[in-house]
């Protein structure tokens, strides 16, 4: 099929909108009216500066206030109608879009609005134009895309057919599988938005909070089902509305919105094997391997910033086990946990800190097959990763992820399960390491600006096999913190994602001060965490100062035993609980310029992060985080 995109669902003028839809590779772009009218140049030459880029005009809209009004307004409906006509001969577009009237003057009435429909149909064939009718959510009289669908059958002309539109469809809670029953060839055209589920003025809902499929909460995949099986072989094409794309990167919003078609036909081709569809083949959506989700996360460091993580490492209980065979890079184990620290003067890492500074810029994940993770990831339009590789080692497939970072994937199909062996040499650490129980990591949390959310749920939820948590407020003193996790059916693999809207937070300081977002903390998981509290203590280790009005508080709010309110008191641990189970948080003090790490326990089927704990973790950073001109570490 082919895609396309309406030019009012990102920023720019029109030549700067034509160049990022183009080059994130869509087939073709609806002209919205207003981007041609504050264009400043003529339909001839939109037209042929859309076709320069390698575009078609795929649809012209909208033309509004049609069907069913009285004269004078009808006759006056018809002539705006055959200037629309002419205006669309010059810009080479041969399919408009009408929406169903919203007027206060319009009469209403299914054979009325035919009739219309059949004499415009009439007029628009004589100029090699096509009519789609689409139903808004809020039309006067119609608004449900089975009424707009008789309505065509009754005009009965080949020049007039149908637009589907998933948002109004799910915003009135209309059954998509309604669509079933429509003749594929007579639906026109095909536009598809997502968007939140928020109880608000359809109008006001649509026109600010749409977004790409698979970034709300709309069932975009089941509309999109019901129409595959019409046998609908159109162009399928996004029309967003969203306050927060308009003010972003037309770049990387229509990325985002390609892939948003390509995931979402990969699902529906799946899902429908008897339908033929035409789409990008790819492997399926991965699945990560095994409960050690993360194979190695890597730190790119300088040589005073590395011996700083170091030694927070080995008072955690981190032994130093292995070196490259031929760079400066140490691995740091503990359980299941590989940490990396790269120092070397050249390459990937050393240019990731020229940039950031001390900061997580590789992260090795454990998945099923590793080519095939590349492989669909490039067809969803991430972008390959490569390297030199250097004596010694290994070619490890690889994406660039979110924030300038790096992805590698390692899997047990090949010589990659033998990474270790293979790329570095045993190293004798004579210093006495006591292990504090960290077993794995239990999850990565990654800040980023919060416009950059949406982004990061489509890119992890539509590679691999994955699905979003609701979202959530992290109360930071300074302002709010949206957070929401990305994670697999069993708990393997867990990410979560927090998206900063102003730099006094916390996590909006730390992606200041790192230009740009990354990795701000690691949380690792232990099956006691009041033993490995023992333990880090008896190591050296100095756990992040929590209020002790907190402590009562939790007393006063929770029926938990004295004893415990004391363990948790005297260890600095935070808790939470939920219908299934409990949690319980242990911190470090912040390094760099605000990474630390967490260690948690979960008890029983707790799902959650102890977000209800943010304010007072968050409070109790910002006492302990490192005055202007003191040194790192």
């Avoid at 909108?17 to 140049?41: H, P, Q, R, S």
């Amino acid at each position: 099929m082919k895609t396309a995109i309406a030019t009012v669902s990102i920023a720019g003028d029109l030549r700067e909108k034509l160049a990022a839809i183009a080059a994130a590779g869509f087939d073709g772009v609806e002209i919205f009216e207003n981007d041609f009218l504050a264009y400043d140049g003529s339909p001839r030459e939109v037209g042929r500066m859309v076709r320069d880029y390698g575009l078609e005009i795929s649809l012209f809209q909208p033309f509004r206030d049609f069907e069913g009004m009285p004269e004078p307004q009808r006759a006056k409906a018809f002539d705006r109608a055959e200037r629309k006509f002419d205006l669309m001969g010059e810009l080479g577009a041969d399919l408009v879009l009408v929406c169903s009237n919203a007027s206060p003057a319009s009469l209403g009435g299914v054979d009325r609005a035919a009739q219309d429909f059949h004499e415009l149909g009439v007029r628009a064939a004589t100029r090699g134009i096509r009519v789609g009718y689409e139903a808004l959510a809020w039309g006067r009289h119609v608004h449900d895309h089975r009424d707009a669908w008789e309505i065509v059958r009754r005009a009965d002309h080949p020049n007039v057919g149908l637009i589907l539109d998933s948002f109004h469809t799910l915003a009135r809670k209309i059954d998509p599988e309604t669509i079933r029953s429509i003749p594929g060839d007579r639906i026109f055209f095909v536009q598809l938005a997502d968007a939140p589920k928020i109880d608000m003025d359809l109008l006001y809902w649509s026109r600010h909070f749409r977004n790409m499929p698979g970034e709300g909460d709309l069932d975009v995949f089941g509309f999109m089902r019901a129409v595959a099986a019409t046998g609908y072989n159109g162009t399928l094409s996004l029309e967003i509305f969203n306050d927060q794309f308009r003010g972003g990167s037309p770049k990387f919003i229509s990325v985002d919105g390609h892939r948003s078609l390509v995931y979402l036909m990969d699902r529906v081709r799946r899902a429908e094997p008897d339908i033929k569809i035409e789409c990008i083949d790819m492997p399926d959506r991965i699945a990560v391997s095994g409960v050690e989700f993360v194979e190695f996360v890597e730190f790119a460091a300088d040589e005073e910033e590395a011996a700083g993580i170091a030694a927070l490492l080995r008072v955690l209980g981190f032994a130093h086990v292995r070196r490259h065979v031929s760079k400066d890079v140490d691995l740091w184990r503990q359980g299941g946990i590989n940490i990396v620290i790269n120092t070397e003067r050249e390459g990937f890492a050393h240019a990731s800190h020229i940039v950031h500074g001390m900061n997580v810029c590789d992260i090795g994940l454990k998945v099923e097959d590793a080519a095939a993770t590349v492989e669909r990831a490039r067809a969803l339009g991430a972008e390959p990763f490569d390297q030199p590789v250097g004596p010694g080692e290994m070619k490890i497939p690889a994406i660039r992820g979110l924030g300038g970072g790096v992805l590698h994937f390692i899997d047990d199909r090949s010589d990659l399960a033998r990474i270790w062996d293979i790329e570095f040499r045993p190293v004798a650490d004579k210093s006495v390491v006591r292990s504090t129980g960290l077993l794995r990591i239990d999850h990565l949390a990654q800040t980023m600006n919060y416009e950059e959310m949406l982004t990061s749920v489509l890119f992890y939820t539509s590679i691999f096999r994955t699905s979003k948590t609701p979202m959530v407020d992290v109360v930071d003193p300074a302002g709010l913190v949206r957070s929401q996790a990305i994670e697999s059916d069993d708990g393997s693999l867990r990410i979560t994602l927090n998206g900063a809207e102003n730099r006094r937070t916390l996590a909006g300081h730390f992606i200041a001060e790192r230009f740009g977002s990354a990795v701000q903390h690691l949380a690792f998981e232990s099956s006691d965490i009041f033993a490995t509290a023992e333990a880090l203590t008896a190591n050296g280790f100095k756990p992040l100062k929590i209020s002790p009005n907190y402590y009562e508080d939790l007393a006063a709010r929770l029926d938990l035993d004295e004893s415990l309110i004391d363990r948790l008191r005297r260890a600095h641990i935070l808790y939470d609980r939920d219908g299934k189970g409990e949690y319980f948080q242990l911190y470090s003090p912040g390094f760099g310029e605000g990474f630390f790490f967490e260690i948690v326990e979960r008890r029983g089927g707790y799902g959650g992060y102890g977000a209800v704990n943010a304010p007072f973790r968050i409070a109790a950073q910002k006492r302990h985080m490192r005055p202007k001109g003191m040194p790192k570490y």
